[in-house]
């Protein structure tokens, strides 16, 4: 690497020149002839200038100028910005160290000496040369090198905050350029756009999508499915798109041959090749996300139903659906937490989660991660309320479930059965995940939403991961009446989700029919 012109020494000296709120002693000594970048500063000297004069010694390999010396001295300063975000300004965001179009191995040795204050190792060295090479954005190679030990001591010892960088990059690389084309040509057979393609890169570099989604999103596009490619086609077009190479004949042969004994769908043909160590090593190469795909989600893969019990057609009984009358949708994956099960959702029936015993119940069970999440919601309303929940029922079993639809019918009518009672398959409390609750000085159970807890649960159960599942007025979106006593939990993610967006059910959510 190229040594420094000047020695820092000269470089302070000239800085106080220019700016009397970036004054540097004169005594500023340099600490080694053989490590230029650092210095040693008394206690009069002005620490942030030096800091930035460091930046325009190593980075730009020239001396500061007034103006800017003064610019980032000052927001230093004023905390206005952090260490980080000045080592962003100088080696990213303006254009005079890309300028230098230093080769890679300077790149870094320059990254080394302004973030880590100290040369490279050759092993290190070597391992950042080949990601530069392989296509790893300059501001990629900055985030990794401040988040690091050595970037805050250094910035501790200049009086400054190290800071972080969460922006994202908005230059893709020529390479990185060229993977999101391929997917247009690979795939759509046509070239990208200007705008397309870089649309893509950034999204790829910037980690918002993964590779395996983009296959995903580009072989069940619109705009290919309206290509009606061959099944022979279409597993070339993938061998090009993942493996950037033509199919080897045998393949192609084999993987063809599986779709047209409808053996396996599409989608578990994008799947397996997104499994595959080929394509893991083009990620990796190009220092791109991954991803992993759903087999369970395979649109291509034709659905199951549950038929109903009572044939002729479904019965309404002021404004409710008779369950048993249904043709339910068989949901496959009843373990996801936010499975959505209603009349026209059902679960297997012989399906029985993991479960484990809930606190403040009378020996009431749930899935695990739905016990520990109630046990957190408890401590949360009893400090908030100073009210105590409880717990009448969590799972139960389908048999409980068809006895329990039964006995509704005959203690309140059929059109009371089937405005708030569950037929087996289409209960959420099989799941391990639904909870009827109450308090522990109010247990009826249909008041509870009215009670202090009930409110806060209305405000705060989201942050746990619960949703009040059948809210007043919802009846027709969820096929079950107003229950002030009835929660369901999902997950902090879908919740907090559902809670930003206004959405009260999960039918809403999910845009399926209840």
């Known amino acids: 690497m190229k040594r420094f012109r000047t020695s820092l020494v000269a470089l302070l000296l000239a800085a106080a020149i220019g700016s009397s709120s970036a004054s540097v002693m004169a005594d ?302 068989l949901m496959t994956h009843p373990e996801e937490i936010a499975v959505l099960v209603n009349k026209y959702h059902s679960i297997p029936l012989d399906y029985v989660p993991e479960l484990v015993e809930v606190s403040h119940s009378n020996g009431q069970r749930m899935r695990p991660e739905a016990a520990a999440a109630w046990e957190r919601l408890f401590v949360a309303c009893k400090a908030a309320t100073g009210e105590s929940l409880y717990m009448i029922s969590g799972f139960r079993s389908e048999d409980t479930q068809r006895a329990s639809f039964y006995r509704a019918i005959e203690n309140h009518g059929i059109a009371t059965a089937v405005k708030l009672y569950a037929w087996p398959g289409r209960s959420e409390h099989p799941l391990g995940l639904a909870m009827d609750i109450c308090t522990y000085s109010n247990m009826n159970k249909s008041e509870f939403i009215y009670t202090e807890a009930g409110k806060w649960m209305l405000a705060h159960g989201h942050e746990f991961g619960f949703i009040w599942r059948y809210p007043e007025g919802g009846g027709s979106i969820t096929g079950i009446g107003k229950e002030a006593w009835h929660f369901r939990y999902v997950g902090v993610e879908v919740a907090t989700d559902m809670y930003n967006k206004g959405i009260r059910t999960l039918e809403e959510y999910y845009g399926e029919r209840g």
């Not at 080592?87 to 230093?102: H, I, Q, S």
């Not at 247009?184 to 890169?201: I, K, M, Q, V």
């Not at 989608?267 to 990620?283: M, N, R």
């Open 28 to 329: 500023t000594k340099v600490k080694d002839p053989s490590e230029p970048w650092k210095v040693t500063v008394n206690a009069e000297t002005d620490q942030i200038s030096a800091f930035v004069e460091r930046l325009y010694s190593i980075a730009l390999d020239r001396e500061s100028d007034p103006g800017g010396l003064s610019f980032w001295t000052e927001k230093l300063q004023k905390r206005e910005m952090t260490g980080a975000d000045c080592v962003r300004g100088f080696l990213v965001d303006t254009p005079e160290f890309k300028n230098r179009a230093l080769p890679d191995e300077e790149v870094v040795e320059t990254l080394y000496l302004t973030i880590l204050d100290r040369a490279s190792e050759p092993a290190g060295k070597a391992y950042w040369i080949q990601r530069l090479k392989n296509g790893l954005p300059v501001l990629d190679l900055v985030l990794l090198f401040i988040d690091t030990t050595e970037w805050c001591n250094l910035c501790a010892s200049y009086g400054i905050r190290s800071g972080a960088l969460t922006a994202k990059a908005d230059t893709p690389s020529e390479m990185i350029l060229k993977v999101a084309g391929n997917f247009y040509t690979s795939c759509l057979h046509r070239a990208a756009g200007d705008d397309e393609a870089r649309t893509l890169a950034l999204r790829l570099i910037n980690h918002e999508v993964s590779m395996s989604q983009l296959l995903v999103d580009f072989y069940l596009s619109e705009e290919f499915l309206a290509r009606k490619t061959s099944d022979t086609e279409f597993v070339s077009c993938l061998y090009q798109t993942c493996f950037f190479r033509p199919a080897d004949e045998a393949g192609k042969k084999y993987w063809a041959s599986l779709l047209s004994s409808k053996a396996t769908t599409r989608y578990q043909v994008i799947c397996s090749f997104s499994e595959a160590a080929e394509f893991k090593d083009i990620c990796d190469k190009y220092d791109l996300e991954i991803g992993s795909l759903n087999r369970k989600e395979d649109p291509y893969a034709p659905k199951q139903y549950v038929e109903p019990v009572i044939p002729g057609g479904e019965r309404w009984y002021n404004g409710y659906v008779d369950p048993r009358t249904v043709r339910a949708e």
